[in-house]
């Protein structure tokens, strides 16, 4: 039950097999996250049983100042965790790199949903589970997630999980001329970028740089596509997304500020949709949204895709703490600042 060499070939390959198959599997468990995230470092952990693994755990390292450092397994691990022994073990493993790296905590937040009995258990095992009570700003990523489910759905039995106004703006779309193209080579990543930038300062929010999206283009190869809409030769929208082994994951997004009123970010999502289910896929991730609320423009877009299957609430966050002084100057200090930098961008 070692941390993974990754210089031995044969173990990592068997270690990224377990990750990609399982049914627990988040692309952002996978090996390949940790070449995007390349400003962090990176260790991953296993427990064998009879042979065979059985349960994993990909971590970030983040260094913080004073020599020690945060780690994160994002949407990890991959394992049944109401597993408790499988999940003790792993942690254990877990516990071994965060003696190596000085680590003040471990912090994971699984693709799993919330049950208050799952979080009695959690606490129980002497983790601190963070959710419907922290503050949007004092957790990594949102637990409400947007997430529309296949069910077997062809292209056309898939619009009746939509709203109705969903369907008819698609259709409209479609009426109107917009059309919808997709590819991964270098015209088509400055071409989402450059749009994505466009979003970003209409909205007032931070960039990632092109170079993160180079780096996850050679991450994910062939399950990575970029899509784009135009209409009469005016690029539109932008769209990124990722089919991880039949869990496809709407990423990055933008629209530029002409003819908005042609809501081309709709028919470019039902394309994306159309591709995960001619794959085979099981559902698509539309990603995360804060608040439940008919006042946020970006809930009320992804319900509409998702107006029968509604939200998924995760788990939330689920932290394993070695300095407690450390962990409460984290918890507690840094969603303040965030609220700080916001408030001074505006």
């Known amino acids: 039950m070692p941390i993974l060499d990754q210089t031995d070939k044969e173990m990592t390959e068997r270690y ?10 988040a692309l952002t468990q996978d090996m390949q996250w940790s070449h995007v995230k390349d400003d962090w470092g990176n260790a991953q952990v296993y427990v064998e049983r009879d042979g065979e693994i059985a349960a994993a755990m990909s971590l970030l390292i983040k260094k913080v100042p004073g020599g020690f450092s945060l780690l994160y397994a994002p949407r990890g691990p991959v394992c049944d965790v109401t597993d408790k022994q499988l999940l003790a073990e792993l942690i254990a493993e877990a516990d071994k790199v965060a003696k190596q790296h000085k680590a003040f905590a471990l912090k994971f937040d699984p693709e799993v949903r919330y049950s208050e009995e799952l979080e009695r258990q959690l606490a129980g095992m002497g983790f601190k589970v963070r959710n419907r009570d922290e503050e949007k700003e004092a957790l990594i990523q949102p637990r409400m997630n947007m997430i529309l489910y296949f069910d077997d759905c062809d292209e056309e039995s898939i619009m009746m999980k939509f709203s109705k106004k969903c369907r008819n703006i698609i259709r409209g779309a479609v009426k109107k001329g917009v059309t919808v193209s997709w590819g991964d080579d270098d015209r088509y990543l ?30 994910f190869g062939k399950d990575l596509r970029i ?18 082994g039949g869990k496809m994951y709407y990423l990055y997004a933008g629209s530029t500020n002409e003819k908005r009123n042609l809501n081309p970010n709709h028919l470019m999502n039902y394309e994306m949709i159309k591709w995960g289910i001619s794959e085979g896929a099981e559902q698509y991730d539309f990603g995360g949204v804060f608040e439940l609320s008919p006042k946020d423009g970006l809930y009320l877009f992804k319900k509409s895709f998702c107006d029968k299957d509604g939200h998924t609430e995760y788990i ?12 409460s100057l984290f918890v507690n200090v840094v969603p303040k600042l965030q609220k700080l930098k916001k408030k001074l961008r505006r």
């Open 190 to 219: 400055e071409d989402f970028y450059r749009i994505y930038r466009t979003m970003a300062e209409r909205n007032e929010i931070t960039t990632r740089s092109i170079g993160y999206f180079k780096k996850m283009r050679e991450a």
């Open 227 to 244: 899509y784009i809409a135009e209409h009469e030769g005016d690029q539109l929208a932008a769209g990124l997304t990722i089919n991880y």
């Open 16 to 25: 990224e097999r377990f990750v990609s198959g399982s049914p627990h599997r």
């Open 316 to 327: 939330g966050e689920i932290d394993k703490v070695y300095k407690p002084f450390l962990y």
